[in-house]
């Protein structure tokens, strides 16, 4: 799947590695199922280590392993299902994940937005996919009412920010 990043489609340099795999060389995405199992030899390992959360698992399991990964893949299996929101927020704000974060799965365009804004910053996108829309997407809205990751100054606070002598007129 195409993936895009920083406004541009990149290469994907992570390999995903399901649980019966072999391990292969370079940088991989394990579940984490596989990195509680092989926790100790996957840290071991002298390559970047990606981990793919499902919609039902919380980054709460990971605690402080959670700065041991270069990218962490949060799954949005169903439109329908916004849990990955929920993890990308807590990830960023709560855990002070620096990583990549990255949405697999049901991404849709209506989306990308929001996901980014909840602190996402890769997109596995479906083949087809044009850049042009992502970017168009990505800029068709300019004021929040709610606060989020990206730290884009939301209604209120720009209201709260207007000189005294312009809020009294």
Do not use: C
Not at 37 to 52: C, Y
Not at 62 to 67: A, K, S
Not at 92 to 108: I, T
Request: aromatic content about 10%.
């Amino acid at each position: 799947m195409p993936l895009i990043k920083d406004n541009a489609f990149v290469e994907n340099t992570f390999a995903h590695v399901a649980d019966e795999e072999t391990l292969p060389e370079g940088a991989i995405v394990v579940s984490l199922k596989r990195f509680q199992a092989e926790r100790e030899m996957l840290l071991a390992r002298n390559t970047p280590l990606g981990l793919r959360l499902t919609s039902d698992q919380s980054p709460e399991a990971l605690g402080p392993d959670v700065y041991h990964f270069a990218v962490i893949e949060l799954e949005f299996p169903k439109f329908k299902d916004g849990r990955g929101y929920s993890w990308a927020r807590q990830l960023r704000q709560r855990m002070g994940y620096k990583g990549e974060l990255r949405a697999v799965g049901e991404v849709l365009r209506d989306q990308w937005l929001f996901m980014h804004r909840v602190g996402i910053d890769a997109f596995e996108v479906r083949p087809g996919t044009r850049i042009e829309d992502f970017r168009a997407a990505m800029a068709e809205q300019t004021v929040f009412y709610q606060p989020a990751s990206d730290r884009v100054r939301n209604v209120l606070d720009l209201r709260h920010s207007r000189p005294a002598r312009i809020a009294a007129e």
